[in-house]
C-alpha cells in the first residue's frame, strides 16, 4: 500500500493559498472536461458515463463546494449541448461532488486504497438514490442508456418501475463512479504540487487492478439484485 | 441522459426570433418549462410543442434543429416501453391490451405520452433560444440582469473550452494509437484522460495569469464587446411570456391541471402499434449498444 502525501492541514489554509484566479479557471475547465467525458466514453466504446470525473477533482483538490459548483455548471453547459433535458441532474453532480469533498477533506476517506475503494461506493450509491427519483418521475424511467435493457429485465421478472430503475441504476453507477474516482486520483497526482501538497491523499492505483475490482463489485451487487428478486417472486 | 454531445452552436440568420433580446427569449423558456411540469395533459404538452415547431420555422432552424431533437428518441422508446407496462401512476391500472405476456395500461400510455411530450415541448423552446442566440450576448444580458460576473464567465470559458478539448482528444488518441496503445475498452481510459487534462491545467496556469494581468475581480464599471439593446418588442415579447405562464397556471389551478387521465381513452389497436413500435425501436438501440460494447 502506497504511503499518504502529507496529512495535517486544515483546508481552509489550503483553499486561502490558490488564488481566485485560478479557481475562476480551473472550474469551467473541469465541468468542460466532465461534458467531453461523455464524448470520450463514446469513442472508447463503454457502458459507463465518467461524466463526473471534473467534479470529483475540484471537489477533492479545492473543496465540495467548488466541485458542486462545477456540477452546476457542467448540467448548465449541457443544456446549451444537447437541450434542457440534463439540467435536472445536476443534482447528482452536487450530490456526488458532496460526498467526495467531504469524504477526502474531512473525513479522511482518501487516506488509504480501500477507504478510497469504500468512499465511491458511498459516492455511487448517493447519486443513484439521487438520480432514480429524476429517471422515474421525469422521464418515466428511461435513461436513453445501455441501462435501459436491465432495467426492461427487472420489468419483466416483475419488479415495479422504482426498484427496477434503481436495480440498473446502481449497477451502472458502481462501476462509473469506482472508475472515475480512480482516474480522479491519477490527474490529481498529474497536478501542480501546490495545488495537492497538503491533501490527505493516496497515491493512484493500477486501473487495471481498479477495473477488476469494480467489474467484481458490480457482478457481485447484481447477483445480489436478481437473488433477492427471484426469492420475493418464489415466495 | 448522458453520452456523445451533439454540438448545438448558434445558426446565423436574421429572423425574428434571432434579432429578439435574449432575455424576452429566455422568459418564454423558463415559462414552457413551469407550465410543462404544471401539467400532465399530452393533448395540451403536443399543442406547446406544435407551437415550438413554428418558432423553428420562423427561425428557419429545421436542418441543425432536427439533428439534435435525435437525442430524444432512445429516451422516447424506452420510457413509452416502460410506461406502458408499468406506468408512473397511482393504481388501479385499466388494461386496454395485451401484447404476448405484457398487459398495456390505458394510464401507461397516457403517461407515457405526457412524460415524452413534456420532454419534447420543453427542449423545443430552449432549442429555439439556444440556436437563435449568441452566446456573449446571453452572458451580457444576464450580467444587466446583475447575475454575478465570474458565474458568467465560467459558463461562457465551459463553452468555449469543450471544443478545444474535443480537439485535443482526437489528438491525444491518435498518438495513443500510432504507438500501437489500445484506443478503446476500459484499458484506454487512463492514456486518454490523464494526458488531456494535465494539457488542460497547463492551460488554467495560462489563462489564469492572464486574467491576473488584466485585473481580474477588481470593482468598477466593465464594458463588453458586444452590445444587447432592449427595444419596445422585446419589453411585449418578455411580459406575454409572464403573462402566459400566469393564465396557465391560474387554469390549471381551477381545472386539476387540466387531468384527463380517467376520460381520454385511447383505442387498443392505437396502443398496440404505438408500443409496438417504441419495442421494434428500443431493442434495435439496446442491440447497438450491446454490440458496440461486444466490439470494444
Redesign the interface.
Known amino acids: 500500500m502506497a504511503a499518504v502525501t502529507t496529512a495535517g492541514s486544515a483546508p481552509r489554509r489550503r483553499s486561502q493559498r490558490i488564488?481566485?484566479?485560478?479557481v475562476?479557471?480551473?472550474?469551467?475547465?473541469a465541468?468542460?472536461?466532465n461534458?467531453?467525458?461523455?464524448?470520450?466514453?463514446?469513442?472508447?466504446?463503454?457502458?459507463i458515463?465518467?461524466?463526473m470525473?471534473g467534479t470529483a477533482?475540484v471537489a477533492i483538490v479545492l473543496g465540495p463546494w467548488w466541485g458542486a459548483?462545477v456540477g452546476v455548471?457542467?448540467n448548465?453547459?449541457?443544456?446549451?449541448?444537447?437541450?434542457?433535458?440534463?439540467l435536472p441532474?445536476a443534482l447528482c453532480n452536487v450530490v456526488g461532488a458532496l460526498v467526495w469533498g467531504y469524504g477526502v477533506r474531512s473525513v479522511g476517506m482518501g487516506r488509504s486504497i480501500p477507504r478510497f475503494f469504500i468512499l465511491n461506493l458511498i459516492v455511487a450509491v448517493a447519486v443513484s438514490l439521487t438520480a432514480v427519483p429524476i429517471y422515474?418521475?421525469?422521464?418515466?424511467?428511461?435513461?436513453?442508456?445501455?441501462s435501459?435493457?436491465m432495467?426492461?429485465a427487472f420489468?419483466a421478472m416483475g419488479q415495479?418501475?422504482i426498484v427496477?430503475v434503481f436495480s440498473s441504476n446502481i449497477l451502472v453507477s458502481l462501476a462509473d463512479k469506482i472508475?472515475s474516482g480512480f482516474?480522479a486520483l491519477?490527474?490529481i497526482e498529474?497536478?501542480?504540487e501546490n495545488l495537492t501538497a497538503d491533501l490527505p491523499l493516496i497515491k493512484a492505483a493500477p486501473?487495471?487492478t481498479v477495473?477488476i475490482a469494480a467489474g467484481g463489485v458490480v457482478i457481485g451487487i447484481a447477483v445480489a439484485i436478481v437473488s433477492v428478486i427471484l426469492t420475493s417472486n418464489a415466495s | 441522459m448522458q453520452g456523445v454531445a451533439v454540438p448545438v452552436s448558434m445558426v446565423a440568420g436574421n429572423s425574428f426570433i434571432h434579432r429578439l433580446n435574449p432575455i424576452a427569449k429566455l422568459v418564454w423558456v423558463l415559462a414552457v418549462l413551469v407550465i410543462s411540469f404544471a401539467t400532465r395533459n399530452p393533448l395540451f404538452l403536443i399543442a406547446l410543442s406544435i407551437v415550438g415547431l413554428g418558432l423553428v420555422t420562423m427561425a428557419g432552424i429545421w436542418r441543425q434543429f432536427s439533428r439534435v431533437m435525435l437525442i430524444l428518441l432512445p429516451v422516447a422508446t424506452s420510457l413509452i416501453v416502460f410506461q406502458s407496462v408499468a406506468p408512473a401512476f397511482p393504481q388501479p391500472w385499466t388494461p386496454i391490451a395485451t401484447i404476448g405476456p405484457f398487459t398495456i395500461y390505458q394510464e401507461g400510455i397516457y403517461s407515457g405520452l405526457s412524460l415524452l411530450a413534456r420532454a419534447t415541448s420543453m427542449t423545443i423552446f430552449a432549442l429555439v433560444m439556444i440556436m437563435t442566440t449568441h452566446p456573449s450576448d446571453l452572458f451580457t444580458s444576464l450580467s444587466r440582469l446583475h447575475v454575478p460576473y465570474v458565474l458568467n464567465f465560467m459558463l461562457a470559458m465551459t463553452l468555449q473550452l469543450i471544443p478545444v478539448l474535443q480537439r485535443e482528444i482526437g489528438v491525444v488518441m491518435s498518438a495513443q494509437k500510432s504507438r500501437g496503445m489500445k484506443s478503446t475498452g476500459f484499458g484506454a481510459v487512463i492514456p486518454s484522460f490523464v494526458p488531456v487534462f494535465a494539457g488542460a491545467i497547463e492551460r488554467v496556469q495560462q489563462l489564469s495569469i492572464s486574467l491576473e494581468s488584466r485585473a481580474f475581480g477588481s470593482s468598477g464599471h466593465k464594458t463588453s464587446y458586444r452590445q444587447v439593446a432592449v427595444r419596445p418588442v422585446d419589453w411585449v415579447v418578455g411580459i406575454a411570456g409572464f403573462a402566459f405562464l400566469a393564465v396557465c397556471i391560474a387554469v390549471f389551478l381551477n381545472t386539476g391541471a387540466l387531468d384527463m387521465s380517467r376520460t381520454l381513452i385511447f383505442p387498443p389497436a392505437l396502443a398496440i402499434v404505438l408500443v409496438a413500435a417504441a419495442a421494434v425501436l428500443f431493442v434495435g438501440f439496446i442491440a447497438s449498444a450491446i454490440w458496440v460494447v461486444i466490439r470494444a
Not at chain 1, 488564488?19 to 485560478?22: E, I, S
Not at chain 1, 475562476?24 to 475547465?29: A, S, Y
Request: glycine share 12%.
Open positions: 488564488p481566485l484566479t485560478y475562476v479557471t480551473l472550474v469551467p475547465v465541468a468542460a472536461l461534458i467531453v467525458g461523455g464524448y470520450i466514453v463514446g469513442l472508447l466504446h463503454l457502458p458515463f465518467l461524466d470525473i477533482v459548483l455548471i457542467t448548465t453547459g449541457s443544456a446549451f449541448l444537447s437541450g434542457p433535458i440534463g441532474f422515474v418521475f421525469v422521464f418515466g424511467g428511461a435513461t436513453g442508456h445501455f435501459d435493457l432495467t426492461a420489468l415495479n418501475l427496477s472508475i482516474v491519477a490527474i498529474a497536478l501542480p486501473m487495471r477495473a
